[in-house]
């Protein structure tokens, strides 16, 4: 038996970290995609391995351990944790691919996490569904990370630009938002976990104001998702780079991240901002009349994408 599966990374246009205090947020799955592929493996070794990530280990599934062989994966605790909770421990071979760049702040984390219990299932025969997987995902997210809200998984699995409400209703936008969007992102990677943590520390030091902050995050999200159903750019802009100073408040911004935000800006994007859970990791720049030159601007210090929302969430085979 084989099976495969596949999940978009995804970008959060407003609403990162207040949406781990239940604040509403909005994010959308991107054109690019990590791809798990499974089948038994040849000896009665677990193994794990990414051409295109360079990095190879040898899996211990019964106890969550790995020795590696090549490369230094981060994402192999989210593959473990999957493993823990689907699979009977028979050895089997994991291929990973992705085009999504680690920690760039694009979820990275949980387009694997989702390809890779889709995959099981799938391998395992197991019955699933969006909701249910979606749900698994987020468990996965959470037992690694320690705080996790559900956003990236759900994008991930559901695919298309999405509105997560405050008790946790996702909405799909109907609008075709097919808005010319540049995401730029430094060699230094961001560690969710970490960022989520320092944000909550920050937060119990000072909560009168942080928690205005987030509650004020909360409320810029719901003006955007007006502007966005309207295709008011003008708007969806000026709401960005506001939301970018509340992220730089909550203590996730850095100077590579500044750099990008105000270089997208100086080269004409409306709107700039860090997206993702930021301490590294990536900007995201509307730029509807000058793309290329927004683009041009970033690549000279940091790398770039340019990015498409896509519909497609998870899909899978066997
Ligand atoms: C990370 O992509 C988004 C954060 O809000 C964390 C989370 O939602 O779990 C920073």
């Known amino acids: 038996m084989k099976a495969m599966a596949s999940a978009p990374a995804k970008t959060i246009l407003f609403g990162e970290h207040s949406v781990v205090y239940g604040e509403p947020a909005i994010a959308g799955a991107v054109n690019k995609r990590a791809v798990v592929k499974i089948r038994p493996s040849k000896s009665d070794k677990s193994i794990l391995k990414s051409y295109d990530l360079n990095f190879e280990a040898e899996l211990d599934t019964e106890n969550k351990k790995y020795v590696l062989k090549k490369g230094k994966p981060g994402i192999i605790r989210y593959i473990l944790e999957a493993l823990s909770k689907v699979h009977n421990h028979s050895p089997i071979e994991i291929l990973l691919s992705s085009n999504i760049p680690i920690g760039s702040g694009l979820g990275s984390s949980a387009a694997v996490t989702v390809a890779t219990l889709a995959a099981l299932y799938r391998y395992h025969n197991i019955r699933f569904n969006k909701k249910s997987l979606a749900h698994d995902a987020h468990m996965v997210e959470e037992a690694v990370?320690?705080?996790?809200?559900?956003?990236d998984t759900l994008v991930s699995t559901y695919g298309g630009l999405v509105y997560l409400s405050r008790n946790k209703k996702v909405?799909?936008?109907?609008?075709?938002?097919?808005?010319p969007f540049v995401v730029g992102y430094t060699n230094k990677h961001g560690n969710t976990g970490k960022m989520v943590k320092d944000v909550r520390l920050l937060k119990n030091r000072n909560p009168k104001v942080i928690n205005n902050v987030i509650s004020s995050m909360g409320q810029l999200t719901n003006y955007a998702k007006q502007a966005i159903l309207k295709r008011d750019f003008d708007?969806?802009?000026?709401?960005?780079?506001?939301?970018?100073?509340?992220?730089?408040?909550?203590?996730?911004?850095?100077?590579?991240?500044?750099?990008?935000?105000?270089?997208?800006?100086?080269?004409?994007?409306?709107g700039s901002k860090i997206t993702g859970a930021g301490g590294g990791g990536?900007?995201?720049?509307?730029?509807?009349?000058?793309?290329?030159?927004?683009?041009?601007?970033?690549?000279?210090?940091?790398?770039?994408?340019k990015i498409r929302f896509t519909r497609k969430g998870v899909s899978s085979r066997v």
Do not use: W
């Open 145 to 151: 990370q320690g705080i996790a809200s559900p956003l």
């Open 235 to 270: 708007k969806i802009g000026e709401l960005m780079n506001i939301n970018q100073g509340f992220l730089d408040v909550l203590g996730v911004n850095t100077f590579e991240l500044s750099r990008m935000v105000y270089r997208a800006r100086e080269c004409g994007a409306i």
């Open 282 to 305: 990536s900007i995201i720049a509307l730029c509807p009349n000058n793309i290329d030159q927004v683009a041009e601007g970033i690549s000279k210090e940091d790398n770039v994408l």
């Open 171 to 179: 909405e799909h936008f109907k609008v075709n938002f097919n808005a």
